[in-house]
């Protein structure tokens, strides 16, 4: 089974036991952290679901491993006939998780209550 989630304004396709590096966020390392914002479950091809944005009910449970700062990226400007130039540097910071189990949607929750359905006559 493999889920996509998003996550830091990205989406990631996640399976049991993958590791992503998302956008960085307050989590303490060696904590488990729920991504709620599951878009898409897959497995089968007769077991799919595909949220409206997003599929209700699923998660994804992950343990945090690290947080880190990537590569410093070099960012140089120049403007031809002017004899400038700037130079500056990023380091992008990041969450490192570890996914530990993908929770689809219960069944119940998707069943309407007494009431709601279509009347038959």
Do not use: C
């Not at 303490?28 to 595909?50: A, Q």
Request: net charge negative; hydrophobic share 35%.
């Amino acid at each position: 089974m493999y889920a996509v989630v998003e996550t830091g304004g990205k989406q990631f396709r996640v399976e049991e036991g993958s590791r992503i590096m998302v956008e960085r966020f307050e989590a303490v390392p060696e904590s488990e952290v729920s991504l709620d914002r599951v878009l898409l479950l897959g497995g089968d091809e007769e077991d799919f679901k595909v949220g409206t944005p997003y599929v209700e009910g699923a998660s994804v449970i992950a343990e945090v491993t690290e947080q880190g700062r990537g590569p410093k990226i070099k960012v140089f400007k120049r403007w031809r006939r002017n004899d400038s130039r700037k130079m500056r540097g990023h380091r992008q910071e990041y969450t490192a998780l570890l996914v530990k189990s993908i929770n689809p949607t219960p069944e119940a929750v998707s069943a309407p209550a007494d009431g709601d359905g279509a009347d038959e006559e």
